[in-house]
């Protein structure tokens, strides 16, 4: 069923970058500063990486395209929050163009059912990213404030 998946998804592929473009500004606002040539890139990597994903059921390569993922996001003035609502939203918008081209078929239900997990999966992948990420602040502060013979936060600090 898994090749069945992707094949299905690479039939929708186009028509899921050209609707994401459309929508780019309701899934998050910094995607409407970016041109629509570097959206169109940066949507068809997520599409690719999603693609392999539904084909190899590889998580740790997933895992490492997240974390990559989620470090230019971040670059680019992306909230933590709205980058996991974004890979969801983005989830949501294939599933719509699948139910759009299929129909309420169980074709569609278990197309939906893999986006579903896969979704799943990559908002946990980012949920634990970021976990790690504010580990290793936390971590890194807890040392600062040692060296420093306190243990107040700066003022303007978090």
């Not at 169109?40 to 690719?48: A, I, N, P, T």
């Amino acid at each position: 069923m898994r090749g069945r998946h992707a094949e299905l998804f690479d039939t929708i592929r186009e028509d899921v970058l050209k609707r994401l473009v459309e929508v780019r500004s309701s899934i998050d606002h910094a995607y409407a500063r970016l041109p629509e040539e570097m959206i169109r890139e940066q949507f068809g990597v997520v599409l690719d990486k999603m693609s392999n994903y539904l084909v190899t059921g590889d998580a740790q390569l997933y895992r490492s395209f997240a974390n990559r993922w989620l470090a230019m996001r971040t670059g680019q003035g992306f909230s933590p929050e709205n980058i996991i609502h974004s890979v969801v939203a983005i989830g949501h918008v294939v599933a719509d163009v699948a139910k759009a081209r299929l129909g309420s078929t169980p074709e569609f239900y278990s197309f939906a059912r893999a986006m579903a997990q896969l979704n799943f999966a990559a908002s946990r992948m980012l949920v634990d990213l970021l976990a790690d990420e504010l580990g290793r602040r936390s971590e890194q502060y807890q040392q600062l404030s040692q060296q420093n013979g306190d243990n107040t936060i700066p003022e303007g600090g978090q």
